[in-house]
């Protein structure tokens, strides 16, 4: 809810400025798939190779938001959605501070995907969609998750008894099953140069 009693504060120290500080664009980097699909990986991986080129990165991680920003969050449908908005909302903050801000969520509904898009500017949000198959996943499940939740120990995950939305138009697919690590980095750079991001 917004109040009436507060006015945004135009700064005089820009994006744009920032980015030409950088020696590169900002952008919201939303990686996307089910556990175990390999976000947090190929963020982190992808960060680290930003990193090498003197980019300006962070990666917001759903465990690591979870201990913090969202930590009073349950995994319900209407906490997930709120969860998302939060991510959205400092991602597009990180975005103005000319940052790539990278975020690595299952972020199960189409709609909240859409509507953290919504909140930027069409070349300034980059959906990636990691997609495996479930068989995968849960052979990568070093948690034992998805176990629990096959046996009714955790309720309302995402591919087992929620679902999971994959997107329909993402801006770049990454096949986590058939893909190296090595290859889907590359993919990811490759598109970043090619939407002139980064040299």
């Not at 960060?47 to 009073?72: A, I, K, M, P, Q």
């Amino acid at each position: 809810m917004k109040t009436p009693n507060t006015i945004y504060h135009n700064a005089t120290v820009t994006r744009e400025r920032r980015n030409q500080l950088n020696g590169h664009k900002s952008a919201v980097i939303w990686f996307t798939g089910l556990s175990g699909s390999g976000k947090s990986t190929l963020a982190h991986s992808v960060e680290e190779e930003l990193h090498n080129l003197d980019c300006r990165t962070f990666v917001l991680d759903g465990d690591n938001v979870r201990h913090g920003l969202s930590s009073n969050l349950t995994f319900s449908d209407v906490d997930r959605k709120e969860n998302i908005r939060r991510i959205g909302e400092a991602a597009k903050l990180m975005m103005e501070a000319g940052v790539i801000a990278m975020t690595a969520f299952i972020s199960p509904f189409r709609e909240d995907r859409n509507n953290v898009r919504g909140l930027l500017s069409q070349e300034d949000f980059i959906e990636i969609f990691c997609k495996a198959s479930l068989e995968t996943c849960e052979s990568r499940d070093v948690k034992g998750l998805y176990k629990r939740a096959r046996t009714g120990e955790i309720k309302n995950y995402t591919g087992i008894d929620s679902p999971y939305e994959a997107p329909d138009n993402p801006e770049l697919v990454i096949d986590t099953d058939g893909e190296t690590l090595e290859e889907s980095v590359v993919k990811v750079i490759d598109f970043l140069k090619s939407r002139e991001i980064v040299n």
